[in-house]
C-alpha cells in the first residue's frame, strides 16, 4: 500500500492525471500509467440531499457574514460548525464513504491511478474550495444564486412587514377625513368676533416695546376674520 501510495504521488506531481472532473458525488480522472496506457479513476461519495441543501442554504443565507463570505468567493472558516449541526460532514469521514473505482486491469484499491487522483483531487480542493460543494452536490453559481434569492427574499419580508398603513400611504393621503359635526346656532343676537380669543390676553400684561401685545394682534384678527356683523360695530358679550 505505502508503495502505491508514493506511485500515486508521484504521478500526480509529474502531470501524469491529464484531466479531473468534479461533479454532484462523483470525481472522474484520467491518468497515463508508466506503461502507455491512459486509465479512467473515479471517486464516489454521497451528495448531500436537497432537504438537506435546503436547510444548509437558508442556515447560510440567515447569517450576514456566512452570505458575505460566499458571495465574496470564499468558504466560511467555520462550515463545518453549521454542518455538524445538520448532522453533516464536508468531508467523507472514513474510505466506508467513498466509492472507489478504476478500468485499470489491477486488483488492489486504491490503485495508483486512483491514489494519483486523490493527490491532484485534494490540491483542486485547496484551491477552489468550492470544488468540495459541487462534490456534495451543489456548484458554486447554483449556491450562490440560490443565496441571493434567500436574502432578497428576507428584505422583500421585512419591508412588507414594516410597511405603514394603507391610509396613510400617499395615495390617500390627500383623501380627506370625516367631516366634523356643525358647531351648535349661536344664540340669538350674539355676534362672534374673530379676535376674542385675544381677550384671554389682555390680563397676562405681555407687551412688545411699549405696545400691548393683544391690541397688536387685534387689528390683525379682525382684517382677516371679520364679518357683516363685526364691520357694522356689532359687539359679541364677552361670556367669560
Not at 506531481?13 to 491512459?38: F, H, K, P
Not at 465574496?72 to 454542518?83: E, F, K, R, V
Not at 393683544?214 to 356689532?234: I, M, P
Request: net charge negative.
Amino acid at each position: 500500500m505505502g508503495t502505491t501510495f508514493s506511485v500515486g504521488r508521484r504521478y500526480a506531481r509529474a502531470g501524469n492525471v491529464r484531466s479531473l472532473t468534479i461533479s454532484s458525488s462523483v470525481v472522474t480522472a484520467l491518468v497515463l500509467d508508466e506503461d502507455g496506457g491512459t486509465y479512467r479513476s473515479r471517486i464516489g461519495t454521497k451528495a448531500f440531499t436537497a432537504a438537506d441543501w435546503a436547510r444548509i442554504e437558508r442556515a447560510l443565507s440567515q447569517e450576514a457574514r456566512y452570505a458575505a463570505k460566499l458571495l465574496a468567493g470564499h468558504l466560511p472558516d467555520d462550515l463545518q460548525n453549521l454542518l455538524d449541526s445538520f448532522g453533516l460532514s464536508l468531508f467523507p469521514q472514513s474510505l466506508a464513504e467513498l466509492v472507489l473505482d478504476c478500468d485499470c486491469p489491477g486488483w488492489q484499491k486504491p490503485c495508483r491511478h486512483l491514489t494519483a487522483a486523490c493527490y491532484v483531487l485534494a490540491e483542486e480542493f485547496d484551491s477552489d474550495p468550492f470544488q468540495i460543494l459541487a462534490w456534495r452536490g451543489k456548484g458554486r453559481d447554483e449556491l450562490l444564486e440560490q443565496l441571493r434569492g434567500h436574502r432578497v427574499s428576507a428584505l422583500r419580508h421585512v419591508g412588507n412587514r414594516e410597511a405603514p398603513p394603507e391610509n396613510t400611504t400617499s395615495a390617500g393621503f390627500w383623501t380627506a377625513g370625516p367631516r366634523l359635526p356643525k358647531p351648535a346656532e349661536p344664540l340669538p343676537g350674539t355676534v362672534i368676533r374673530s379676535d376674542a380669543i385675544l381677550d384671554q390676553l389682555d390680563h397676562l400684561g405681555l407687551t412688545a416695546g411699549r405696545f400691548e401685545v393683544g391690541d397688536l394682534l387685534r387689528d390683525v384678527y379682525r382684517t382677516l376674520g371679520c364679518g357683516d356683523a363685526e364691520r357694522d360695530g356689532t359687539v359679541e358679550s364677552n361670556r367669560g
